[in-house]
């Protein structure tokens, strides 16, 4: 049967399907470059985290994590929310071709940072003299320094990303990363203590801001410089305003505030290095699906500037990829993760094993947060974000309270948990009810069957190993041909992943081309042949 069609609707159709293809194209590139990034902060962090666990241990560890963590949360609530800002109305304006705006935008925010970061900073040095342990005074110190580039860091960083440029973040993380690994090293070697890890701290985070900023700077000097309108700034403030209750809420539900809670009500600090190592290894198993939410998040911001309709077509279609990189993903670490962790930090990290499974099967729903959030904040729905999350945050530090005395490091892991799955659930109710996102359950079903059978074989086929080399690539290998095999025959995917898929391996190197083609075909092989 030929099907006719006008030459209006055939002008459409071809215009969609450009748009389509040069979509899948963007975040195709995107995700390459954000996974380059992730991938060579991964690999550092790694070496950098067991290099020193292993050889400061336990107790010197968790206090050295607890003063990071207050740092770099203070970082993240004095910003007041203008990153996000930054991000949101660059990529707005941006995608509706007034890159004038865009570039008032961007200096705005920057000056309000810069000045915001030095009050900060002055009084983090302040509070450091006089409260920190003197022997880490000056560890405190340093690491309170480092918070003026982290915080001016953000603006340009996230300017890139609203240019959907990540190519040009990936060379100033790729610095910060060298820097870091070679004062772990020298610290290590040379038996500087913390104060060496704290200075590579700061160092590497002056160089990253530099090396950021230096792609905007021909941007900057061929757009023409422009005052903020007046209504644009009202909006700027509101929305960094709330943003910054946002942030304030988030660093309980999502940035391990539990420790402020652990350490208060548990006396033995190695639960700080329990928990904290559990949530970073966590933290690395998320890296490809946190890449590719990153890339489509910078999507979703371009399209709301453009069509809203599309925007809720991007958000489905990130919701369904998240779900298919980090299921197996956090399933399979769960499964492996007590050789794993035996192999990584060795026997004084033992009592971290069973933080990390928990850790692990928790972190699914967040892995799910961010399309859902991404398009909330797009649409500038911030209002349902912050009555949510206060609900959550007090449940969460509720659970907190009730079983971190009892369960320690387990506790924490449990009242973290249980805030962000709610807080993941509420966001995607809203998506879902409200905006009228339609996520295609039963192909989500499918991934999730796919990802089950994959841990009962990987749990099945390790039982009986006793060496932990063997168990975890065992485990690994078993658990990825299992997985690939499980997605084939439930057909999860069809032929819209393989031409998205598709485009995604044009854009690796030539030798990987056809062998990565090749694993696409088999994947959706299946689901193509069921299609009409």
């Known amino acids: ?61 968790g ?48 000056r309000l940072q810069v000045i915001f970061s030095s009050v900060v900073v002055l009084f983090g040095i302040v509070t450091s003299w006089f409260f920190a342990a003197p022997e880490y005074r000056w560890v405190a110190i340093l690491l309170v320094l480092a918070m003026i580039p982290r915080m001016i860091t953000d603006i340009p960083s996230l300017a890139n990303d609203a240019f959907q440029d990540f190519k040009a973040n990936v060379h100033g993380g790729f610095v910060a990363i060298v820097l870091t690994v070679v004062f772990v090293a020298f610290t290590l070697n040379l038996s500087w203590g913390l104060k060496g890890i704290a200075v590579g701290v700061l160092v590497s985070r002056i160089v990253e801001f530099f090396v950021k900023l230096v792609p905007l700077l021909q941007w900057l000097k061929r757009t023409k410089a422009v005052p903020l309108p007046e209504d ?59 890449a590719f939410g990153r890339a489509l998040s910078a999507s979703q911001m371009f399209e709301s500037g453009r069509d809203k309709q599309r925007l809720l077509g991007i958000t489905a279609t990130a919701a369904r990829y998240t779900l298919l990189g980090s299921l197996p993903l956090l399933l399979g670490g769960a499964c492996i993760s007590g050789s794993a962790i035996q192999i990584i930090y060795g026997h004084q990290y033992l009592s971290a094993i069973p933080v990390f499974r928990l850790a692990a099967l928790f972190a699914i729903p967040r892995a799910m947060l961010a399309p859902a959030s991404s398009l909330l904040y797009s649409l500038e729905d911030i209002g349902f974000i912050l009555s949510w999350n206060c609900i959550c945050a007090a449940i969460e530090i509720a659970v ?133």
């Open 1 to 61: 049967m030929r099907i006719h069609c006008s030459a209006g609707t055939e002008k459409t159709l071809i215009m969609s399907n450009e748009s389509s293809t040069s979509h899948s194209s963007r975040v195709a590139k995107n995700f390459v470059w954000g996974s380059v990034e992730v991938l060579l902060s991964v690999v550092a962090a790694l070496y950098t985290s067991i290099a020193v666990a292993r050889a400061f241990g336990p107790a010197q560890v």
């Open 63 to 110: 206090y050295f994590n607890y003063i990071y963590w207050l740092t770099s949360i203070s970082a993240q609530v004095a910003s007041l929310g203008l990153p996000l800002a930054t991000f949101k109305y660059m990529g707005e304006y941006l995608g509706a071709g007034e890159h004038e705006i865009a570039r008032a935008v961007f200096a705005w925010t920057l």
């Open 232 to 290: 644009l700034r009202r909006r700027l403030l509101g929305f960094s305003g709330r943003g910054t209750g946002l942030m304030l809420l988030s660093i309980v539900i999502w940035d391990r505030s539990d420790m402020v809670i652990l350490k208060l009500l548990q006396s033995d600090i190695r639960q700080l290095a329990f928990f904290s190592v559990s949530l970073s290894l966590v933290d690395r198993l998320m890296i490809l699906p946190q």
């Open 400 to 532: 907190d309270i009730a079983l971190i005395p009892h369960y320690a490091a387990m506790g924490a892991a449990i009242g973290n948990g249980i805030g962000q799955t709610l807080a993941a659930l509420g966001v995607w109710s809203r998506a879902v009810l409200h905006f009228g996102v339609d996520l295609h359950f039963p192909r989500l079903a499918k991934i999730t069957l796919a990802a089950v059978a994959m841990a009962a074989a990987v749990l099945f086929t390790t039982r009986t190993i006793t060496s932990d080399v063997v168990k975890s690539i065992v485990g690994v290998m078993v658990g990825a041909l299992t997985f690939a095999a499980a997605l084939r025959l439930t057909s999860a995917l069809g032929r819209d992943d393989h031409d998205r898929m598709n485009v995604l391996v044009r854009r690796l190197p030539a030798p990987f081309q056809d062998s990565a083609g090749r694993i696409v075909q088999f994947l959706c092989s299946m689901g193509m042949k069921m299609e009409p």
